[in-house]
């Protein structure tokens, strides 16, 4: 089992930024790939960023390029999202995500149904 708990939402101006931690415990953290989803009103769960389990490697979805940076600290059992130059559009409940399994150090999983361990969720909102 892995426990994740997002943290770092808020509401922001246009152009704002915001980091969002995602603090997680049970299983080895350090053995898992991880991710950032995002869930807009009336929206489907789309994916944001995605990061090897050294942290070594990490891949965005087009529209946060650029602006987004994920890291982690295994150390601390950590993952970040740095976001910058925030808009309108990124408002959205946030979750980080784990895979059930490792896939090797090279694994950046980008579908949602890679996924099995699920935070509850930080609300972001970027005022226009």
């Known amino acids: 089992q892995v426990q994740l708990v997002e943290s770092g939402g808020g509401l922001v101006p246009r152009g704002g930024s915001l980091r969002l931690s995602c603090s997680g415990s049970?299983?080895?953290?350090?053995?898992?790939?991880m991710g950032w989803f995002r869930q807009a009103p009336g929206k489907e769960r789309e994916f944001v960023a995605t990061i090897t389990l050294d942290g070594g490697r990490s891949y965005y979805t087009d529209s946060v390029k650029g602006r987004f940076t994920i890291s982690r600290d295994n150390a601390k059992n950590t993952v970040f999202l740095q976001m910058n130059d925030l808009k309108p559009d990124d408002t959205a409940v946030y979750y980080c995500a784990a895979p059930y399994y490792t896939q090797g150090a090279a694994y950046l999983p980008r579908s949602q149904h890679e996924y099995g361990y699920w935070g509850q969720g930080t609300q972001v909102t970027v005022s226009s």
């Open positions: 049970g299983r080895s953290f350090s053995q898992l790939a």
